[in-house]
């Protein structure tokens, strides 16, 4: 293992030893703290336009297996870490995070002070960084690190997206068509194990050849970045309000808050892992959520609209709302809890209830 040198937007330098591929990556950085979990996610889409800094220290300690892909390839730029774990040890292990990441061609970098690296995030905010292992000038570094561009304003959704429909499960009597704005396996998972038949299609679908489908309802994904960006999604999301019952998860969240009129607005650090609590307002019942999403809704946008469900414990944030007249309702976490805990499962049964009557005329 080489020399490694992580620069951020800052001048803040961090150097240590690189694993994985060699070379250079940019991106925002933002830390994760799930404690497991590192496969599902890099393999989020999610995590596009970012590199990823684990807050726990030893990761690749139970290598890497075919089963806990969340998509057919790494996603985040990179990985930071305190410390990688060389000789996994899983029976279900087949490969090791260094030769997974070398195989993928995405660079990391271990032996960092990641305590270090968080609290500066937190005190200043998410910032751009660039990780290298072949150049370590730090004016040159600077240089292409000022020249990247942020997050804001990227649209990372067609970066991610099917590029053509397919069937993710053909069983069951409700049928839902899920917008693939960068969609985690599980997420589809968990809605065949619910016995709905579910369809993905491109972000960039029109509303029309949704509703020709005839659908039970509509899921409109997680996925990477600005909301803003997308504004073909946020159309569509117009589109079909009234039509078909809606379930937003994270950036889908966050797109049905931009169609319903509202804002939306960048988080000074985000959220990223698997420890968040959020309270359901009709019960105060408190859920331990996995979360990934550096954007938010601003409810005084939206509060003609919807009515607020859940927030986040410790920020205040919106983290669910429901449409005040249609079938639709939304959640800024991921009730799939891929990695974390599954606390929130039962959200998708509070969407079936929504579809499966099919009383309401629209």
């Not at 200043?124 to 000038?137: D, P």
């Amino acid at each position: 293992m080489n020399k490694a040198i992580l620069l951020l937007e800052d001048g803040a330098s961090f150097i240590g030893r690189s694993f994985g591929a060699e070379g250079e990556a940019i991106g925002e950085i933002v830390f994760n703290t799930s404690m497991t979990g590192y496969q599902e996610i890099l393999t989020d889409p999610s995590y596009k336009g970012q590199m990823v800094a684990m807050t726990y220290p030893l990761i690749g300690n139970y290598g890497i297996n075919p089963d806990d892909m969340e998509s057919n390839r790494i996603w985040a730029e990179g990985l930071i870490v305190k410390e990688y774990a060389k000789h996994p040890s899983h029976w279900k292990a087949e490969e090791s995070l260094d030769g997974w990441l070398k195989k993928h061609h995405i660079t990391a970098i271990h032996q960092i002070d990641t305590r270090a690296l968080t609290r500066k995030i937190r005190t200043k905010g998410a910032m751009k960084g660039i990780l290298s292992t072949s150049e370590f000038r730090e004016p040159i570094l600077l240089q292409k690190l000022q020249t990247a561009p942020s997050l804001v304003g990227q649209d990372m959704v067609s970066k991610v997206t099917c590029h053509e429909k397919y069937s993710w499960s053909d069983r069951g009597n409700l049928h839902v068509i899920a917008y693939d704005f960068g969609i985690k396996r599980n997420i589809l998972r968990m809605l065949a194990s619910h016995n709905l038949r579910v369809t993905v299609v491109p972000a960039d679908t029109p509303a029309k050849q949704v509703l020709s489908m005839n659908p039970d309802g509509v899921i409109l994904s997680n996925g990477p970045g600005d909301p803003e960006a997308v504004p073909i999604a946020i159309r569509n999301t117009e589109q079909l309000l009234g039509k078909k019952p809606i379930l937003g998860i994270c950036l889908g969240h966050q797109i049905l808050g931009l169609a319903l009129g509202g804002r939306t607005y960048k988080l000074k650090f985000g959220h990223h892992g698997g420890n968040h609590p959020v309270m359901d307002l009709a019960t105060k019942k408190i859920q331990i959520t996995a979360q990934n999403h550096s954007f938010a809704v601003d409810p005084a946008s939206v509060e003609k609209e919807v009515d607020l469900t859940h927030i986040n414990l410790n920020d205040g944030t919106v983290e669910g709302m429901r449409h005040k007249r249609l079938p639709v309702l939304s959640f800024q976490y991921h009730p799939e809890g891929s990695p974390g805990p599954h606390d929130a499962n039962d959200l998708f049964k509070t969407f079936i209830d929504l579809i499966a009557p099919r009383v309401r005329p629209f």
